[in-house]
């Protein structure tokens, strides 16, 4: 029964270490100001009024493109980084 446990413990081990950590970015537009810029965690929002231009952006440099498509759009009065 031991030997199983640890079996089934390693298995359940390599599972969790093969599966990639996955961290969703957004990209948020501050209304007060019109400025964006790229949010590390699109569930854990900032205080004050923002719109979301984009969420679940899978790699931070997804979510610079994305900010610099809003800037040539004119979405956005400046980007922050």
Do not use: E
């Given at each position: 029964?031991?030997?199983?446990?640890l079996?089934?413990?390693?298995?359940?081990?390599?599972?969790?270490?093969?599966?990639?950590?996955?961290?969703?970015?957004?990209?948020?537009?501050?209304?007060?100001?019109?400025?964006?810029r790229?949010?590390?965690?699109?569930?854990?929002?900032?205080?004050?009024?923002?719109?979301?231009?984009?969420?679940?952006?899978?790699?931070?440099?997804?979510?610079?493109?994305?900010?610099?498509?809003?800037?040539?759009?004119?979405?956005?009065?400046?980007?922050?980084?």
């Amino acid at each position: 029964m031991k030997r199983f446990a640890l079996a089934l413990g390693v298995v359940a081990l390599g599972i969790a270490a093969s599966v990639p950590a996955r961290a969703d970015f957004a990209v948020l537009k501050f209304k007060d100001t019109g400025a964006c810029r790229a949010w590390f965690d699109h569930a854990a929002k900032p205080w004050g009024n923002y719109q979301v231009l984009w969420v679940s952006t899978p790699t931070w440099d997804a979510a610079q493109t994305k900010g610099a498509y809003a800037m040539k759009h004119h979405w956005c009065k400046d980007w922050y980084k």
